[in-house]
């Protein structure tokens, strides 16, 4: 999996770094968790600081495209993300 970084924004008014990110040389699209742990792990981030907003497939490439978030520390994610955002790669109930 190679990452090639499109758009990469510094907001500091939300204390948060914007990526836009190509993933390719893939087989299958990665979970959002799996996307969350490379990211955090490329930019020595921890892992409630990073949010993957969405993950884009187009049918027929061997490429998706990733927006994320990567905030100064958990407490600034908390006061801007909504708790869905934050919950997202978490485990899923049974049912």
Known sequence: MELEVIQD????????????????SISTTPTRKMMKEKIASKYGAALDTVV????KTE???QE????ARIYTGAAEAMKVENAYMLNRDSKKKEG
């Open 64 to 67: 998706i495209i990733v927006s």
């Open 9 to 24: 924004h510094t907001n500091s008014l939300l204390d948060r770094r914007e990526l836009v990110i190509k993933v390719s």
């Open 52 to 55: 993957v907003e969405k993950i």
């Open 59 to 61: 049918f027929g490439k």
